[in-house]
């Protein structure tokens, strides 16, 4: 059975800083691109940064690039973002998503999701 957990996400000030994950089980990480998505109270759900499986192309939207960062550990089976110089408006609750196909991911329409952790920037 295929499942992804988030962790890592709470309460931070703005300017700080929290790392992701995301652990994945039920299949090998090596094979899929995934990718990270947050959706605020009240707006649509919308892509903050993916990476293929393949030749490590990723994607940043316009307003996490410069401070965050996707990256992924095979071994552990586990997909992480960094986010650094955080602000009011990245709250949200974050998801990580799975999928064989990079642009499947980054369309927003992966096969398998995650259930969310919650990020408050705040003062």
């Known amino acids: 059975q295929v499942q992804l957990v988030e962790s890592g996400g709470g309460l931070v000030q703005p300017g700080g800083s929290l790392r992701l994950s995301c652990a994945a089980s039920g299949f090998t990480l090596d094979y899929y691109a995934y990718g990270w998505f947050r959706q605020a109270p009240g707006k649509e759900r919308e892509g903050v940064s993916c990476?293929?499986?393949?030749?490590?192309?990723?994607y940043y939207a316009d307003s996490v690039k410069g401070r965050f960062t996707i990256s992924r550990d095979n071994a552990k089976n586990t997909v992480y973002l960094q986010m650094n110089s955080l602000k009011p408006e990245d709250t949200a609750v974050y998801y990580c998503?799975?999928?064989?196909?990079?642009?499947?991911?980054?369309?927003?329409?992966?096969?398998?999701w995650g259930k969310g952790t919650l990020v408050t920037v705040s003062s």
């Open positions: 990476i293929s499986n393949s030749d490590g192309n990723t």
């Open positions: 998503a799975i999928d064989p196909d990079y642009r499947t991911v980054v369309a927003g329409m992966a096969h398998y």
